[in-house]
């Protein structure tokens, strides 16, 4: 049922096909963490343990990783050099840097922990230049260049210039760069004196969900860093990529939460119970029957002039805020060019449905399907859309003919079954849940939802059992399916 951020398969075919290969020999990875700088107070808590945790992640995502830890000037540079001479054409070349950070004549340096500075001309001296950084890997020839920089710290160096500017500056960066700071321009954050930063909790989170582009990753960790410092910090992104790139490609779909992120998945219960061998989940009819306990409408204490009002605030903040994500912007940008851009169509809808933007989401998806009516992606995105706002007939539908043109397609499963779950047909929701979870055991939303069936269907202990079991997948999936109407 998730929305699926995922290209097309006939799209990563042609990309495949054209572009550099993204396999796992083609993608290396550079992780810094700094901790002991002799000027500062105490040594950071949060970087090693942040570093290591990152550098793992990436192992397992496909990376050929060099993790460093407490690296003086020296050994920055021969880091970066060992960097650049594995970098070949089309490669995919990410940097992760933790510790102190300066910004001087508007460019961001990481700075190394025998930096001895003093003044601006010690930065550039002592510091590495991230544009400069990003520069070198796009001379070797790098496709997609990533930097990750938790390094938005108020740190002992600044106070000493006579002006200074706090916090990093914004990066001009080679074309097919996605870089994101831990905190906003020109601003710093304090550690939150725990043993692992807000910025890569969030960050973890997101690369481990399955399917995402990049873009959509990092903006989606910008969303929770956000909400979880009550917009107390608001991490950075700039994007200049050319081509779609996901941390772990083609390892089937997950739904985005817009309530929260997406934990970490450990392997499934043994005690969960297996799901039918062979599930064949049967025709659904294209009738509903009514939910079985509709949730009751709350009527509000306002005028219809205040509500009316209410609306049109909500709507113009909420339309302000799309207007300024840089992925709807770029994405708009390619389809005021070309509005019949199915691709562009297809991402940006996925990306409002994504923040919550269900009608722009249903819109673009219309007009995916309308220029490619077998669009299969574009049709279980807008049979989940419709199925979140409770326009269920028409959501089957999508499924239905999501499941024709693909038979066994997980996503459309899980998706037509929350529509079943939601209109109360219980049976048919444990079906395709049980062929989801058949096709993929870790999909956490059909193991919660088929608990939730089973629960309305009478079975009170195999329910329990499976909801125990998504929760310890995931401890936001509760918070999540009530973002989509079902508790």
């Known amino acids: 049922m998730k929305i699926r951020l995922v290209l097309l398969l006939t799209l990563i075919f042609a990309v495949t ?3 550099p290969s993204f396999a796992a020999g083609d993608r290396y990875a550079l ?3 700094n901790a002991k700088y002799p000027d500062a107070d ?15 992640e990436l192992k397992r995502d496909g990376f050929n990783v060099d993790i460093q830890e407490n690296l003086n000037g020296d050994g920055m540079r021969r880091a970066f050099d060992r960097l650049y001479g594995k970098l070949k054409a089309g490669s995919v070349a990410l940097i992760f840097f933790s510790g102190f950070g300066v910004q001087s004549n508007r460019q961001s340096y990481m700075i190394p922990i025998d930096a001895q500075i003093w003044t601006e001309a010690d930065v550039r001296r002592d510091g590495f230049s991230l544009e400069t950084v990003l520069g070198e890997i796009n001379s070797r020839g790098a496709g997609v260049k990533i930097a990750l920089v938790d390094a938005s710290r108020r740190n002992p160096f600044e106070r000493r210039f006579r002006s200074f500017s706090a916090g990093l500056a914004p990066v001009i960066a080679p074309n097919g760069t996605l870089v994101m700071y831990s905190a906003a321009l020109s601003s710093v954050v304090s550690d939150n004196g725990g043993d692992h930063s807000l910025f890569v909790q969030e960050l973890l989170k997101e690369i481990r969900v399955p399917d995402l582009m990049a873009e959509e990753t990092l903006n989606r960790t910008r969303v929770g860093v956000t909400r979880a410092s009550r917009q107390e910090q608001v991490p950075w992104i700039s994007s200049s990529l050319a081509e779609d790139f996901s941390f772990i490609p083609g390892s089937g779909g997950s ?10 998945l450990p392997p499934p219960n043994p005690t969960t119970p297996p799901p039918p061998t062979n599930p064949a989940p049967p025709p659904v009819a294209e009738t509903l029957p009514p939910p079985r306990n509709p949730p009751p409408v709350e ?11 209410d609306k049109n605030t909500d709507k113009n903040s909420t339309q302000l805020a799309l207007a300024d994500d840089p992925t ?9 060019a070309n509005p019949d851009d199915v691709s ?16 722009l989401a249903i819109k673009d998806f219309d007009d995916t399907i309308r220029l490619n009516p077998k669009d299969v992606e574009a049709l279980n995105n807008r049979c989940w859309a419709r199925a979140v706002v409770g326009d269920l007939q ?3 539908k999508d499924c239905n003919e999501a499941l024709r043109l693909r038979p066994n397609f997980v996503d459309a499963l899980d998706s037509r079954g929350l529509v079943n779950l939601k209109s109360g047909a219980t049976k048919n929701a444990i079906t395709d849940f049980d062929a989801a979870l058949k096709i993929n055991p870790r999909l956490t939303s059909s193991l919660y939802g088929r608990g939730l069936a089973k629960q309305r269907n009478g079975s009170m202990s195999e329910g329990n059992l499976d909801i125990t079991n998504a929760k310890a997948m995931d401890p936001n999936i509760i918070q999540e399916f009530e973002s989509y109407g079902v508790r």
Not at 328 to 336: A, C, G
């Open 17 to 19: 096909s054209a572009a």
């Open 31 to 33: 992780v810094i963490g």
């Open 42 to 56: 105490a040594p950071l808590k949060e970087p090693i343990n942040d570093a290591r945790d990152v550098a793992d």
């Open 255 to 264: 739904r985005p939460s817009t309530s929260g992120p997406v934990a970490t």
């Open 299 to 309: 009527t509000p204490a306002t005028t219809p002039t205040e509500k009316s009002a």
């Open 328 to 336: 709807i912007k770029s994405l708009s940008n390619k389809l005021v």
């Open 344 to 359: 562009a169509l297809y991402r940006r809808g996925q990306v409002y449905a994504s923040k919550g933007a269900y009608t």
């Open 394 to 396: 028409s959501a089957l």
